[in-house]
């Protein structure tokens, strides 16, 4: 399964995830103008992009950018639905990294969720919903996700996904500028 000819629709108890639409538009609004949840979003090596979106126009280019990235095979954009309230509230991105660093030939995964989300079991159902089949999705073997040292949730989930802390540092492609925080998980 190659996500890139067909973006899989992956469900859960509680939640949805396929690829991002232009109609998820106002929901991912309120994600990403989320001052509270900023923090917790991974823009490491995104071109100086912080993922603080505080308009419809500045949402609506980035979902023309995440939709543009997937035809063009860089990354996958899935939004999570919440079935409960039929909303989107944050998104996971997914791609293969090619690198000269330790994190060589493994899949990136980074999940943006609305601060109210920001919960040990709602990010656990979300890495278990993933996980297994973003082996194949992306061609990989191990998975990078990154964890800030005071994301107290996140980290519980993490752990309970089976993810440990790395020691090594990300390097970014663009820079070379080194970013910590990395945790991985083996197929």
Not at 14 to 29: A, P, Y
Not at 108 to 134: C, G, H, N, Q
Request: net charge negative; proline share 2%; hydrophobic share 40%.
């Amino acid at each position: 399964m190659n996500i890139y000819e067909k973006c899989p629709v992956l469900e859960s108890d509680n939640f949805i995830l396929r690829l991002t639409q232009k109609e998820d538009c106002d929901d991912l609004l309120e994600v990403y103008s989320d001052k509270n949840a900023l923090p917790f979003f991974n823009s490491d090596n995104c071109h100086g992009d912080n993922f603080y979106y505080a308009t419809r126009q500045r949402m609506e280019e980035a979902l023309s950018f995440w939709d543009m990235s997937y035809q063009n095979g860089w990354f996958a954009r899935m939004s999570i639905i919440d079935k409960k309230r039929a909303k989107a509230i944050g998104t996971i991105e997914v791609c293969y990294r090619a690198s000269e660093d330790a994190f060589n030939g493994m899949g990136i995964l980074r999940v943006d969720v609305r601060s109210d989300y920001e919960k040990e079991a709602v990010l656990w159902e979300i890495f278990s919903l993933i996980l297994t089949p973003m082996y194949e999705m992306v061609g990989c073997r191990e998975v990078l996700t990154k964890v800030p040292i005071y994301a107290v949730e996140r980290m519980k989930a993490a752990e309970k996904a089976g993810f440990q802390k790395s020691e090594h540092l990300l390097i970014g492609g663009q820079d070379g500028y080194a970013y910590n925080g990395y945790w991985t998980v083996k197929q």
